[in-house]
C-alpha cells in the first residue's frame, strides 16, 4: 500500500472556521483503522467505511469513489503492488498530530509508515495519512481518506 490521498484535506480546512476538540468517538475510529491496517485486515477497514467513500492513493487510476470504491482500490493495490515486486507490507499508523471536530464531521491528519520489500529491498514510505470521518448513527465512519508522502527509500 503506497500512498494514500492529498488535496481534499486542505480545501475543507479552508471552506469553513472549525474548531479544534478532541472527539472520543473520533479517536476510536482512527485507533480501530489504525490496528485494522497494522493486520492489513480488509474487511475491517472496510467496515469502518461510510457506504460509498472517496479514496485517493498515490497509483492509477489514483482516485475511487462510490458504493464499490474500497474493494476497488483494494484490488488495483494488489494489482500495483504485485507489478511492482511488492511484498511483506506493514503498515505503522501514529496518533493524529491534528484533529479538527465540526459537528458530524472531522479532519484527522496521522504520520503512518509504510514497509515493505520491493524486488528483495526493504523498503519504507513515510507519509500523512488524511481522513475525513462523518458521524452516522452508528457512529463515526471514514468518508474520505488520502495517502500523501515522498517516493519510498531502502531501509539501512
Known amino acids: 500500500m503506497k500512498?494514500?490521498?492529498?488535496?481534499?484535506?486542505?480545501?475543507?480546512?479552508?471552506?469553513?472556521?472549525?474548531?479544534?476538540?478532541?472527539?472520543?468517538?473520533?479517536d476510536a475510529t482512527i485507533r480501530q483503522v489504525t490496528?485494522?491496517?497494522?493486520?492489513?485486515?480488509?474487511?475491517?477497514?472496510?467496515?469502518?467505511?461510510?457506504?460509498?467513500?472517496?479514496?485517493n492513493d498515490e497509483f492509477a487510476p489514483f482516485h475511487w469513489s462510490g458504493a464499490n470504491a474500497f474493494d476497488t482500490?483494494?484490488?488495483?493495490?494488489?494489482?500495483?503492488?504485485a507489478a511492482e515486486g511488492i511484498s511483506?507490507?506493514?503498515?505503522?499508523?501514529?496518533?493524529?498530530s491534528r484533529e479538527v471536530v465540526s459537528g458530524d464531521?472531522?479532519?484527522?491528519?496521522?504520520?503512518?509508515?509504510?514497509t515493505f520489500k520491493q524486488k528483495g529491498v526493504t523498503m519504507r514510505e513515510t507519509a500523512q495519512f488524511t481522513f475525513i470521518l462523518n458521524k452516522e448513527a452508528s457512529g463515526w465512519k471514514i468518508a474520505s481518506w488520502t495517502w500523501t508522502s515522498p517516493d519510498p527509500k531502502p531501509v539501512h
Open 3 to 26: 500512498s494514500l490521498f492529498g488535496v481534499t484535506g486542505a480545501l475543507l480546512l479552508m471552506a469553513a472556521p472549525m474548531a479544534h476538540a478532541a472527539d472520543a468517538g473520533v
Open 35 to 55: 490496528e485494522a491496517f497494522a493486520k492489513l485486515d480488509m474487511k475491517a477497514i472496510k467496515a469502518l467505511h461510510v457506504a460509498a467513500p472517496a479514496i
Open 73 to 81: 482500490w483494494a484490488a488495483a493495490l494488489g494489482k500495483s503492488e
Open 88 to 96: 511483506g507490507g506493514q503498515m505503522a499508523i501514529s496518533a493524529p
Open 105 to 114: 464531521h472531522a479532519y484527522v491528519v496521522t504520520p503512518a509508515t509504510y
